[in-house]
C-alpha cells in the first residue's frame, strides 16, 4: 500500500511568490491534515480536510490556504512568501472519520524563501 | 491532550545503551492517547509506539516501550539498546483542538 506522498519535495521561491504544494492520501483516506515545521516554533497546525470540507484550521494568516478534491488528494497554497515562510510542510493522512490522532505523515515539502 | 511538554532538547546515549526521553501532558480530558513519533533527517514522520489512557498495561513494540504515569501526567519513551539508526529527532504528541498537538521534540544522538 503506498504511503502519503507530497510534492515537490523540495523547492526555493523569492518573497512576494506563491506557492503550491500536493498531498496525496493512502488509497482510502478520507482525511488529510497539514503541518509547517520550523526550528523555532516546532509542528504547527495549518489544517485539517475531510471529505472536501475543511474541518478545523490553525492560527495562520489568510496567505494560507488549502483544499481537498474529491479523490481526497490536498493541496495547500502560500501567497506573498514571506521569508518565515520557510519550513518543512508535512501532510498526514487518518483513515478515521473523528479525530483519534492516527496519522500517516509524507515525507514533507522543503519550502526555502529567499 | 492540550499541551505536550519535552523539556529535553538533545540527549546523546552510547552504542547499545538505553535512552529515556521525557514526555508530560496536560489535559482534562479522561479519555485521550498518547503516540511517539521518530522524525529522521528525510523528514518522515514515523509513528513508533501508542498508549491509551485507559490501557492497563505499558506499551511496547520491540525496542520501543512507553513509561506510563497517569497520575503524573507523564509517558516517557523508553528505547533499549540504541542503535546508531535510532539518531533523530522524537516527538510526543496527542489529540487536542488539532488531530495531533506535539511536543517540541528531543534530538537523540546514538555514539558509537
Known amino acids: 500500500k503506498a504511503g502519503v506522498t507530497q510534492t515537490p519535495r523540495y523547492l526555493i521561491k523569492t518573497r512576494g511568490q506563491q506557492v503550491t504544494l500536493s498531498c496525496s492520501p493512502i488509497?482510502?483516506?478520507?482525511?488529510v491534515s497539514w503541518y509547517q515545521q520550523t526550528p523555532g516554533q516546532g509542528l504547527q497546525f495549518l489544517f485539517e480536510?475531510?471529505?472536501?470540507?475543511?474541518?478545523n484550521k490553525g492560527n495562520f494568516p489568510g496567505r494560507f490556504s488549502g483544499r481537498q478534491f474529491s479523490n481526497s488528494r490536498s493541496e495547500m497554497n502560500v501567497s506573498t512568501l514571506e521569508l518565515g515562510d520557510s519550513a518543512l510542510y508535512l501532510c498526514?493522512?487518518?483513515?478515521?472519520?473523528?479525530?483519534?490522532?492516527?496519522?500517516?505523515f509524507g515525507e514533507g515539502s522543503r519550502l526555502t524563501v529567499l | 491532550a492540550q499541551k505536550i511538554t519535552q523539556t529535553q532538547p538533545g540527549m546523546f546515549v552510547q552504542e547499545k545503551e538505553a535512552v529515556t526521553l521525557d514526555c508530560t501532558y496536560d489535559?482534562?480530558?479522561?479519555?485521550?492517547?498518547l503516540f511517539w513519533y521518530k522524525q529522521p533527517s528525510s523528514g518522515e514522520m514515523i509513528f513508533l509506539i501508542y498508549?491509551?489512557?485507559?490501557?492497563?498495561q505499558n506499551a511496547t513494540e520491540g525496542r520501543y516501550s512507553l513509561n506510563f504515569q497517569k497520575a503524573r501526567k507523564s509517558a516517557n519513551l523508553v528505547i533499549s539498546a540504541s542503535q546508531l539508526g535510532d539518531s533523530a529527532m522524537y516527538f510526543c504528541?496527542?489529540?487536542?483542538?488539532?488531530?495531533?498537538?506535539f511536543g517540541k521534540g528531543t534530538r537523540l544522538s546514538v555514539i558509537a
Open positions: 498508549q491509551g489512557s485507559y490501557d492497563e
Open positions: 488509497s482510502g483516506h478520507r482525511s
Open positions: 480536510y475531510f471529505s472536501e470540507t475543511q474541518r
Open positions: 498526514a493522512s487518518s483513515p478515521r472519520t473523528r479525530n483519534t490522532g492516527e496519522l500517516f
Open positions: 504528541a496527542s489529540p487536542g483542538n488539532t488531530p495531533l498537538v
Open positions: 489535559t482534562s480530558d479522561q479519555s485521550y492517547g
